[in-house]
Every structure is written in structure tokens, then in C-alpha cells.
């Protein structure tokens, strides 16, 4: 099986690298930047802030925790695990953790994926709910997309990250739903 996933890896990033070009790089750069973990953390924060002005600091609490969980458990699986990344000749950002999991993807799909279940929670068009979807989906995969193209991680890496951030969303969201019956 992890012959198999190893395949994959370096199959997906040696085609994507074939087409690396100085605009592709500055702008998945430009777009990667959108999903870091500072800048997920600093998008938290200011929501927090939000929901505290309306009396719900509880929401923003809970969306701290439910990122700051993510990333923790991201942190300690690169860790645990010390995957190395892609060689550095492919590299076209500097790097020095590990690969495994990617704390990029990981902060995109909860980020993301919080502003989709947001959204969607103020419209009830359903039209306009699928539009949500679709745009959530689309953010995710253009990070994944940048990060694999920046030649800085593999395709499980990414995949596994969007799993540990979708999880993290979801029982953020859960545990709130739980808290506001309370």
C-alpha cells in the first residue's frame, strides 16, 4: 500500500513540475501565503473579535480551539513521523519542517471550509448554497494545488492535512451546536 502512495506522490509532483513556470510560481507563492498557519491563526482572531462585538465570543473561542487543535495535531504528526520533503532542487519556497502532513492544507480546509459553513448558513438558496460549496472546494484545491506546485510537499501530504482540518471543522462545529442547546 505505501508503494502505492509513494507512486502517486512522486508521479502527481514530477507532472506538475513539468509545468513550473515564473508566473505559475509567483502565483501559487502569492496564493500559499492565504493558508499559512500565521495567517490562518490572524483570520481567526479577527472573526473572534467579530463575534465577541455580537456577543458571541463563545463561536470565536471555539474556532481558536477547534484551528489551534488542528495545527497541534498537524505539528505532531510532522513530527512524529519526519517525513522529508520533495528534494530541494524541486523547491521553489524555503521550507525546513517536515512533509507530512501539510500544515498549509490543513489550515485551508478548516479556514475555508468554516467561511463555506458561514456563508451557507445565511442564505437559504440553494442555488447560492451550491455556489458556496463549489468556491469552498475550489480554495481548498488551489492551495493544495500551490503547494504541490511550489514542489514543497506530496499529494498525501495534502490530502492528509485537508482530512486532519476537515475533522477539526467538523467537531468545532458539532461541539458549538452541542454548547449553544445548553
Known amino acids: 500500500?505505501?508503494?502505492?502512495?509513494?507512486?502517486?506522490?512522486?508521479?502527481v509532483l514530477?507532472?506538475?513540475?513539468?509545468?513550473r513556470s515564473d508566473l505559475g510560481v509567483f502565483f501559487f507563492r502569492l496564493l500559499t501565503e492565504f493558508a499559512s498557519?500565521?495567517?490562518?491563526?490572524?483570520?481567526?482572531?479577527?472573526?473572534?473579535?467579530?463575534?465577541?462585538?455580537h456577543h458571541k465570543w463563545q463561536l470565536g473561542l471555539m474556532n481558536l480551539i477547534g484551528l489551534l487543535t488542528a495545527e497541534a495535531t498537524?505539528?505532531?504528526?510532522?513530527?512524529?513521523?519526519?517525513?522529508?520533503r520533495p528534494l530541494e532542487t524541486f523547491h521553489a519556497v524555503v521550507e525546513t519542517s517536515f512533509s507530512f502532513p501539510s500544515g498549509h492544507a490543513t489550515t485551508a480546509?478548516?479556514?475555508?471550509?468554516?467561511?463555506g459553513y458561514l456563508a451557507t448558513t445565511h442564505t437559504t438558496s440553494k442555488t447560492n448554497k451550491r455556489w458556496i460549496l463549489g468556491l469552498t472546494c475550489l480554495s481548498i484545491l488551489l492551495i493544495d494545488i500551490s503547494r504541490l506546485y511550489l514542489g514543497v510537499h506530496y499529494l498525501s501530504d495534502v490530502i492528509v492535512g485537508n482530512f486532519i482540518g476537515i475533522c477539526a471543522l467538523f467537531l468545532t462545529l458539532r461541539l458549538e451546536k452541542y454548547l449553544a442547546k445548553k
Open 74 to 84: 498537524t505539528w505532531g504528526l510532522k513530527h512524529l513521523i519526519a517525513r522529508p
Open 37 to 53: 498557519p500565521a495567517s490562518g491563526i490572524t483570520f481567526i482572531f479577527f472573526l473572534g473579535l467579530y463575534f465577541y462585538r
Open 109 to 115: 480546509a478548516f479556514i475555508f471550509g468554516l467561511i
Open 14 to 19: 514530477e507532472w506538475l513540475l513539468q509545468y
Open 1 to 11: 500500500m505505501l508503494n502505492i502512495i509513494f507512486f502517486l506522490d512522486n508521479t
